[in-house]
T-cell receptor
Framework: GENVEQHPSTLSVQEGDSAVIKCTYSDSASNYFPWYKQELGKRPQLIIDIRSNVGEKKDQRIAVTLNKTAKHFSLHITETQPEDSAVYFCAARVFSGGYNKLIFGAGTRLAVHP | DTAVSQTPKYLVTQMGNDKSIKCEQNLGHDTMYWYKQDSKKFLKIMFSYNNKELIINETVPNRFSPKSPDKAHLNLHINSLELGDSAVYFC??????WGPGANVLTFGAGSRLTVL
C-alpha cells in the first residue's frame, strides 16, 4: 500500500512546551522517512530525516524516532518558539511497480503561542 | 541564486483555458517532479522525470501534459482547465531517482493556480 497517515492535523502549544507529531506508514519496504516544514506561503523544506537502520536522530531542538515493527515515526520539537509555527509534513519512501516515490502525510499545522 | 525556480508565481484564469507553468533547476540534478497541493494542504506527486524521461505518472487526467526539454527543465501544460485544478503546483528536484540521491527534494516556491 501507499499510505502515510499523520496526526494531529492541527496542534496548538505554548512557547517553551514540546510538540509531537506522529505518522504511520503501510509499506513495510519503506526505508527513508523525511520531515518537511512549510511556513505560510513558502516552499516545503527538509528539516530532518531518518533511515530505517536507525531508531532515533536528533538535531538541536528537533528529533525523530522510528518504530519499524509498528510502522510509525514521530517528530519531536522541544522548547518550541513562535518561529516553529508552520505546517509539518512527514513522508515515506515507497516502492511501487519498479519505481520509488515519496508519499507525504496530510500535514500538521503547528501554532506556537507566545 | 534560486536553486529551483518556477514561473509564474500566480496564475488566474477562466475555466476551459489552457495554461503552462515552467520550472528550472540549476542544481545539476537528474530528477524533477511536479507536486500538487490542494486547499487542504495535501501534497501529492503528479509526475517524475529522470534525465528527460518520464518515470512516474500518477493517475492524473490527460489534460495535464508535462514536458522536459532537458534535465534542468520540467514544464507543465494544462488543457481545458477546470475549477478543481485550482491549487498550488510545486516543482521539485532530486540528485537522482533511485538510491540516497533520491531522498532529498528541493522544492520551488510554488505556482498558485486559480481557475474561475
Amino acid at each position: 500500500g501507499e499510505n502515510v497517515e499523520q496526526h494531529p492535523s492541527t496542534l496548538s502549544v505554548q512557547e517553551g512546551d514540546s510538540a509531537v507529531i506522529k505518522c504511520t506508514y503501510s509499506d513495510s519496504a519503506s526505508n527513508y522517512f523525511p520531515w518537511y516544514k512549510q511556513e505560510l506561503g513558502k516552499r516545503p523544506q527538509l528539516i530532518i530525516d531518518i533511515r530505517s537502520n536507525v531508531g532515533e536522530k536528533k538535531d538541536q531542538r528537533i528529533a525523530v524516532t522510528l518504530n519499524k515493527t509498528a510502522k510509525h515515526f514521530s517528530l519531536h520539537i522541544t522548547e518550541t518558539q513562535p518561529e516553529d509555527s508552520a505546517v509539518y509534513f512527514c513522508a515515506a519512501r515507497v516502492f511501487s511497480g519498479g519505481y520509488n516515490k515519496l508519499i507525504f502525510g496530510a500535514g500538521t499545522r503547528l501554532a506556537v503561542h507566545p | 541564486d534560486t536553486a529551483v525556480s518556477q514561473t509564474p508565481k500566480y496564475l488566474v484564469t477562466q475555466m476551459g483555458n489552457d495554461k503552462s507553468i515552467k520550472c528550472e533547476q540549476n542544481l545539476g540534478h537528474d530528477t524533477m517532479y511536479w507536486y500538487k497541493q490542494d486547499s487542504k494542504k495535501f501534497l501529492k506527486i503528479m509526475f517524475s522525470y529522470n534525465n528527460k524521461e518520464l518515470i512516474i505518472n500518477e493517475t492524473v487526467p490527460n489534460r495535464f501534459s508535462p514536458k522536459s526539454p532537458d534535465k534542468a527543465h520540467l514544464n507543465l501544460h494544462i488543457n481545458s482547465l477546470e475549477l478543481g485544478d485550482s491549487a498550488v503546483y510545486f516543482c521539485a528536484s532530486s540528485q537522482e531517482w533511485w538510491g540516497p540521491g533520491a531522498n532529498v527534494l528541493t522544492f520551488g516556491a510554488g505556482s498558485r493556480l486559480t481557475v474561475l
